[in-house]
T-cell receptor, first 116, second 113 residues
Framework: AQTVTQSQPEMSVQEAETVTLSCTYD???????LFWYKQPPSRQMILVIR??????QNATENRFSVNFQKAAKSFSLKISDSQLGDAAMYFC?????????????FGKGTKLSVKP | SAVISQKPSRDICQRGTSLTIQCQVD?????MFWYRQQPGQSLTLIAT?????????ESGFVIDKFPISRPNLTFSTLTVSNMSPEDSSIYLC??????????FGSGTRLTVV
């Protein structure tokens, strides 16, 4: 069974600085998707970024980028120029690649605080 | 991306009663997923709901406790039955978005007293 591990329960960053959130996963599959979701206090789950395992290029969305290391099964999220609105729980998630839309497997989350 | 309307957003219920949570999607989707998020925890999949068939439940979740309805391709309900304080959680529905990601409802915060 696939597992997702986030080893940092909490992280803190100064406004305008850069922070990296860690995620590792375990799977025997060669094709899969990886995601980072943000959950602010409103509890709405917001997709931050996604990565297809067959793509070597790291995904980037504005201030958010990932470092995808397939061999190491690592998928870290870098947030540049941190803003107060980035404060939230961040969940790393995995999904098998395939025709049917399978469910997501989540890590335990990292609580990010942004200091003004 | 699909848009999901989830109701109610929150409720406080007496133990022993039941609550039905609804999710309405603005487009037709094959699979809908129901998750539970206990206080301070991550999301755990309860079941996968396909239209026209019985829902598939994950280990630790049973149909008698969490019956699911999926009458059409845009709607699903999750009922939390015979509630106890341990059922106090956030419940979220989700749909796949053609591989681009997954869209979630806004969640239902349930408190059982």
């Amino acid at each position: 069974a696939q597992t997702v591990t986030q080893s940092q329960p909490e992280m803190s960053v100064q406004e305008a600085e850069t922070v990296t959130l860690s995620c590792t996963y375990d799977t025997s599959e060669s094709d899969y998707y990886l995601f980072w979701y943000k959950q602010p206090p409103s509890r709405q789950m917001i997709l931050v970024i996604r990565q297809e395992a067959y793509k070597q290029q790291n995904a980037t969305e504005n201030r958010f980028s990932v470092n995808f290391q397939k061999a190491a099964k690592s998928f870290s999220l870098k947030i540049s120029d941190s803003q107060l609105g980035d404060a939230a729980m961040y969940f790393c998630a995995y999904r098998n690649y395939g025709g049917s839309q399978g469910n997501l497997i989540f890590g335990k989350g990292t609580k990010l605080s942004v200091k003004p | 991306s699909a848009v999901i309307s989830q109701k109610p957003s929150r409720d406080i219920c007496q133990r022993g009663t039941s609550l039905t949570i609804q999710c309405q999607v603005d487009s037709q989707v094959t699979m809908m997923f129901w998750y539970r998020q206990q206080p301070g925890q991550s999301l755990t999949l309860i079941a996968t709901a396909n239209q026209g068939s019985e829902a598939t439940y994950e280990s630790g979740f049973v149909i008698d406790k969490f019956p699911i309805s999926r009458p059409n391709l845009t709607f699903s309900t999750l009922t939390v039955s015979n509630m106890s304080p341990e059922d106090s959680s956030i419940y979220l529905c989700s749909v796949g978005d053609r591989g681009r990601g997954y869209t979630f409802g806004s969640g239902t915060r349930l408190t059982v007293v």
